[in-house]
T-cell receptor, first 114, second 114 residues
Framework: DQQVKQNSPSLSVQEGRISILNCDYT??????FLWYKKYPAEGPTFLIS???IKDKNEDGRFTVFLNKSAKHLSLHIVPSQPGDSAVYFC?????????????WGLGTSLAVNP | DVKVTQSSRYLVKRTGEKVFLECVQD?????MFWYRQDPGLGLRLIYF???????EKGDIPEGYSVSREKKERFSLILESASTNQTSMYLC?????????????FGDGTRLSIL
């Protein structure tokens, strides 16, 4: 059973608008969440992360929001640019035992149209 | 910048061959990981290592082994390659600690077993 779910396999957005990518998780022991971006024929690249003690983390055009009660996080990209077109992976981990491993979602393919 | 280098971008091998995939990182990271990525299945952890000569099984270790003789190098071995091991293989490294340390990935090896 998937512990980290990205329910939208794909998303299409106009350049300059906001992109919102969503991620849900089931394990309440997760306390650290990361977003990665992956271009074709390259490995994933770390984008931004958030600890469970926060509800928001911002880095330039990228902001991650965490709603612990809903077990939901989202990545906002504002404004979206064509170079943001990639697959975005959400990942989560805890701090002890088997929860230490990163658990990955299946990814959302973002297309930013000029 | 962290550099994780995988020895081959593309590799074609025959069923039953012993296959070696090599990974080198240049940031003195304690942790190293091997994943495979398949369509619809996301990233799945095969093995990881948190120190020289130390290794732990991930989620899908069957048919694989690993070797870490030096801190910077982590090898994945397919003992007797089979067609169901055709996949994209990704190596990653991170500082000690777990989910709170972003993993840095190589560009992957696309392995085909004929």
């Amino acid at each position: 059973d998937q512990q980290v779910k990205q329910n939208s396999p794909s998303l299409s957005v106009q350049e300059g608008r906001i992109s919102i990518l969503n991620c849900d998780y089931t394990n309440s022991m997760f306390d650290y969440f990361l977003w990665y971006k992956k271009y074709p024929a390259e490995g994933p690249t770390f984008l931004i992360s958030i600890s469970s003690i926060k509800d928001k983390n911002e880095d330039g055009r990228f902001t991650v929001f965490l709603n612990k009660s809903a077990k939901h996080l989202s990545l906002h990209i504002v404004p979206s640019q064509p170079g943001d077109s990639a697959v975005y992976f959400c990942a989560a981990s805890g701090n002890a035992g088997n929860n230490r491993k990163l658990i990955w979602g299946l990814g959302t393919s973002l297309a930013v149209n000029p | 910048d962290v550099k994780v280098t995988q020895s081959s971008r593309y590799l074609v091998k025959r069923t039953g061959e012993k296959v070696f995939l090599e990974c080198v990182q240049d940031m003195d990271h304690e942790n190293m990981f091997w994943y495979r990525q398949d369509p619809g299945l996301g990233l799945r952890l095969i093995y990881f290592s948190y120190d020289v000569k130390m290794k732990e099984k991930g989620d899908i270790p069957e048919g694989y082994s690993v070797s870490r003789e030096k801190k910077e190098r982590f090898s994945l071995i397919l003992e007797s390659a089979s067609t169901n091991q055709t996949s994209m293989y990704l190596c990653a490294s991170s500082f000690s600690g777990w989910g709170n340390q972003p993993q840095h990935f190589g560009d992957g090896t696309r392995l085909s077993i004929l």
